[in-house]
């Protein structure tokens, strides 16, 4: 007998998180193309053809292999107000078995940073995670100097834990990242920020 799932949509006081569609993708290559300057610091080296549709396409065939296989959780921040495409965070490389862990990433585009919506998303996404995925602990990963994504993650509830060395190649070099986690089960307090 044939069941079919449910699509993952995690809803928030301002947005609906779901996954990528076909019909996103002028949107999402608009924002990502205007957000540029603003992104490209923190992240690896686009691809030539990043932006493409067929690029876009191999995404989202990405994205719902993954959700369905359990493997990542990549969703679009959609504004409920008037269906603006914001940004997107993925819980990727999740592992089961005795870790019951992922990784966190995430971007927004310029226009709409600074306005706590990676935030609210982020909680949502943790929540889901640990509420429904059962999973017990969340990475993330930033640079050093990106004084905004550390903000968001410590305004989250993440725990700094350390620096991993040459831990991705990001602007064509490899870089050394900052290792947060958040626990289902935190009775870590405050850590200090390196």
Same mark, same amino acid.
């Given at each position: 007998?044939?069941?079919?799932?449910?699509?993952?949509?995690?809803?928030?006081?301002?947005?609906?998180?779901?996954?990528?569609?076909?019909?996103?993708?002028?949107?999402?290559?608009?924002?990502?193309?205007?957000?540029?300057?603003?992104?490209?610091?923190?992240?690896?080296?686009?691809?030539?053809?990043? +932006?493409?549709?067929?690029?876009?396409?191999?995404? *989202?065939?990405?994205? /719902? @292999?993954? %959700? &369905?296989?359990?493997?990542?959780?990549?969703?679009?921040?959609?504004?409920?107000?008037?269906?603006?495409?914001?940004?997107?965070?993925?819980?990727?490389?999740?592992?089961?078995?005795?870790?019951?862990?992922?990784?966190?990433?995430?971007?927004?585009?310029?226009?709409?940073?600074?306005?706590?919506?990676?935030?609210?998303?982020? +909680?949502?996404?943790?929540?889901?995670?640990?509420? *429904?995925?059962?999973? /017990? @602990?969340? %990475? &993330?990963?930033?640079?050093?100097?990106?004084?905004?994504?550390?903000?968001?993650?410590?305004?989250?509830?993440?725990?700094?834990?350390?620096?991993?060395?040459?831990?991705?190649?990001?602007?064509?070099?490899?870089?050394?990242?900052?290792?947060?986690?958040?626990?289902?089960?935190?009775?870590?307090?405050?850590?200090?920020?390196?």
């Amino acid at each position: 007998m044939l069941t079919l799932r449910r699509k993952v949509r995690i809803e928030t006081e301002r947005m609906s998180l779901r996954l990528p569609q076909h019909g996103d993708w002028k949107a999402w290559a608009a924002l990502r193309e205007e957000s540029a300057d603003f992104l490209v610091p923190w992240e690896p080296v686009w691809a030539g053809d990043h +932006l493409t549709r067929r690029a876009f396409t191999n995404r *989202v065939y990405w994205a /719902s @292999r993954a %959700e &369905a296989q359990g493997t990542a959780l990549p969703l679009l921040l959609i504004r409920r107000e008037d269906q603006a495409l914001l940004g997107a965070i993925t819980l990727d490389n999740i592992r089961r078995g005795p870790s019951q862990s992922g990784t966190l990433g995430y971007w927004i585009g310029e226009r709409f940073s600074r306005r706590g919506y990676m935030r609210e998303a982020i +909680l949502a996404v943790v929540h889901h995670a640990f509420a *429904v995925m059962d999973l /017990s @602990r969340i %990475e &993330a990963a930033c640079l050093p100097e990106n004084a905004a994504s550390r903000g968001v993650l410590e305004k989250c509830g993440f725990k700094y834990e350390g620096v991993a060395q040459s831990y991705l190649q990001i602007a064509g070099r490899w870089r050394n990242h900052v290792l947060y986690a958040a626990l289902r089960t935190d009775r870590r307090g405050r850590t200090d920020v390196g």
